[in-house]
């Protein structure tokens, strides 16, 4: 029995040695397997199984966030952009083209303004064209001239002709333009106080009275005022005198200057200009004023639609007048 013991230690002494033994032997490779985990990349490939292919240019590297770092050389890009010619057409940081000051390269290019005054304009300010610095008045959603027009010029710069005398002025098919009792001391008088008196044939010209950006108003565009000014539409549609009180609130009042017998309450201050009759001879300023439109009444022979305001009526006037004749002129905001 001692003897069966006796050999039973041994064998279990060297059973407990050799499970020491791989016990050190697999701490030794956990430690191996540890110690690699937490090695640093020495930076060489070479030593690897499939090393990746080092790029020869060290800005094809992806940076941290993943991407590729531009190098600038677009020369090894396939369908590479073209470069612009001019720093100014390339897009700033906010995805915007910096406009270089140059339209002749852009497709429908917008209109240059030729005047000043077209970049800045706010309607109830002056508005300077050929000289003079006109008054204007927004009546509803329309910008107008709160004078009378006295160029002497089409809006290209030609020549209006002037200075016709009766016997002209009652036949010519053309465009002109004269002032109140011209010729005599107080045609002076009569430019600076009412403007100039324009046939309808210089209103229909295709050079165009009024400055770039303005026209002369429609028969439409003159309803669409006086339904501003609370006339119906029905009675805007009439002729001759129509409705209540729109003519007053069109015409200059006794306070202004020049002065009408109206209230003015529009701003569109009208005044009592007169006309130059088809046969050359003046008429009624001082007492009744006439505004062209652009709208001609050829359903009534030679004729085009016109505006009157006539001292002592409260009413305005919407009539054809013969085209030949001379009458004041006003211009509306496009």
């Not at 992806?62 to 090894?76: K, L, P, V």
């Not at 002025?169 to 045609?187: K, L, P």
């Not at 001082?286 to 652009?294: D, P, V």
């Not at 004729?303 to 054809?320: H, K, M, T």
Request: proline residues 3%; aromatic residues 12%; negative net charge.
């Amino acid at each position: 029995m001692d003897t069966i013991l006796t050999g039973n230690t041994v064998n279990m002494n060297l059973n407990y040695a050799k499970l020491d033994s791989i016990i050190a032997d697999l701490q030794a490779k956990v430690a191996t397997l540890e110690a690699a985990q937490t090695s640093a990349f020495d930076g060489t490939y070479g030593s690897l199984t499939g090393a990746p292919a080092i790029p020869s240019n060290v800005s094809d590297l992806t940076n941290d966030a993943g991407y590729t770092t531009f190098d600038g050389d677009y020369s090894s890009l396939s369908n590479q952009p073209t470069i612009p010619s001019n720093v100014s057409d390339l897009t700033n940081d906010a995805g915007y083209t910096t406009f270089d000051g140059d339209y002749s390269s852009l497709t429908n290019k917008p209109t240059i303004p030729s005047n000043v005054s077209d970049l800045e304009f706010v309607c109830g300010s002056s508005y300077t064209y050929e000289g003079h610095d006109y008054a204007t008045v927004l009546i509803g959603g329309q910008c107008w001239f709160a004078e009378n027009l006295r160029s002497e010029n089409y809006t290209d710069g030609s020549v209006i002709p002037a200075d016709l005398d009766d016997a002209a002025w009652s036949t010519t098919t053309a465009g002109a333009v004269t002032v109140y009792n011209e010729g005599n001391s107080s045609e002076g008088t009569h430019l600076a106080t009412y403007g100039r008196l324009y046939n309808w044939y210089a209103v229909d010209d295709a050079r165009g009275l009024c400055p770039s950006g303005w026209h002369v108003p429609t028969d439409s565009e003159y309803m669409t005022l006086e339904m501003e000014l609370g006339m119906s539409y029905t009675d805007a549609n009439n002729t001759l005198f129509r409705d209540t009180d729109q003519g007053a609130q069109m015409k200059s009042s006794a306070s202004d200057s020049p002065a009408f017998d109206g209230t003015n309450t529009s701003g569109f201050s009208g005044l009592a200009g007169g006309f130059r009759g088809s046969n050359g001879v003046f008429y009624s300023a001082g007492s009744n004023g006439f505004f062209w439109s652009a709208s001609s009444a050829s359903a009534y022979g030679t004729f085009a639609w016109e505006r009157s305001l006539v001292g002592g009526y409260n009413e305005v006037g919407r009539d054809i007048s013969n085209l030949t004749g001379g009458i004041s002129v006003r211009c509306v905001r496009d």
